[in-house]
């Protein structure tokens, strides 16, 4: 019986422990500031137009078709978040990616659109302010163990002065 016991602990802690990768520490974070957020409701004449992509093994773009692109006011709990998240780089690996749960008031005070087939996106009407840009491309090739291909973020400032679109460009490599 304590073989049983002993074998049974065992397999628990591996089955606990397998590929699970622990989880940033958030815990610095300041608190979520709503008013801080809310320029992101209001309506502006810019218009931030842009396009992801990673760079696959070969160096090609690999565009995020389909993929769901993030507009988010870049707050002091924004940017305390992404630091943490990204460890002071702009580009994780699949492999990388933690899973936590914003705060449902912070995905409150984002946008989101959906990249077309060319990795292409618009978000119009932007108010003055600074934000991040997200976007990630998973690539799961057939029978491959691991996937490739990450999330990727960039900045871009809004002045209200804009004339033309604001291009970027939100690239993982």
């Given at each position: 019986?304590?073989?049983?016991?002993?074998?049974?602990?065992?397999?628990?802690?591996?089955a606990g422990c397998g590929?699970?990768?622990?989880?940033?520490?958030?815990?610095?974070?300041?608190?979520?500031?709503?008013?801080?957020?809310?320029?992101?409701?209001?309506?502006?004449?810019?218009?931030?137009?842009?396009?992801?992509?990673?760079?696959?093994?070969?160096?090609?773009?690999?565009?995020?078709?389909?993929?769901?692109?993030?507009?988010?006011?870049?707050?002091?709990?924004?940017?305390?978040?992404?630091?943490?998240?990204?460890?002071?780089?702009?580009?994780?690996?699949?492999?990388?990616?933690?899973?936590?749960?914003?705060?449902?008031?912070?995905?409150?005070?984002?946008?989101?659109?959906?990249?077309?087939?060319?990795?292409?996106?618009?978000?119009?009407?932007?108010?003055?302010?600074?934000?991040?840009?997200?976007?990630?491309?998973?690539?799961?090739?057939?029978?491959?163990?691991?996937?490739?291909?990450?999330?990727?973020?960039?900045?871009?400032?809004?002045?209200?002065?804009e004339r033309f679109p604001?291009?970027?460009?939100?690239?993982?490599?």
């Open positions: 019986m304590r073989h049983f016991l002993l074998m049974l602990t065992a397999v628990s802690l591996v590929g699970q990768r622990p989880l940033p520490n958030l815990a610095n974070e300041p608190a979520f500031d709503a008013k801080a957020a809310a320029y992101i409701h209001k309506q502006g004449d810019a218009t931030i137009q842009g396009e992801a992509f990673v760079l696959g093994a070969n160096g090609k773009p690999v565009y995020a078709a389909g993929e769901l692109v993030r507009l988010v006011p870049a707050t002091a709990h924004a940017q305390a978040r992404f630091r943490s998240l990204y460890k002071g780089k702009t580009y994780l690996p699949a492999g990388e990616i933690p899973k936590v749960r914003p705060d449902p008031e912070y995905a409150k005070y984002t946008r989101t659109t959906v990249a077309d087939g060319r990795g292409k996106f618009l978000f119009d009407n932007v108010a003055p302010g600074k934000y991040f840009v997200t976007a990630q491309k998973i690539i799961r090739p057939p029978g491959a163990l691991f996937a490739s291909g990450g999330a990727m973020y960039t900045q871009v400032a809004i002045t209200g002065r604001v291009k970027i460009v939100v690239v993982g490599r």
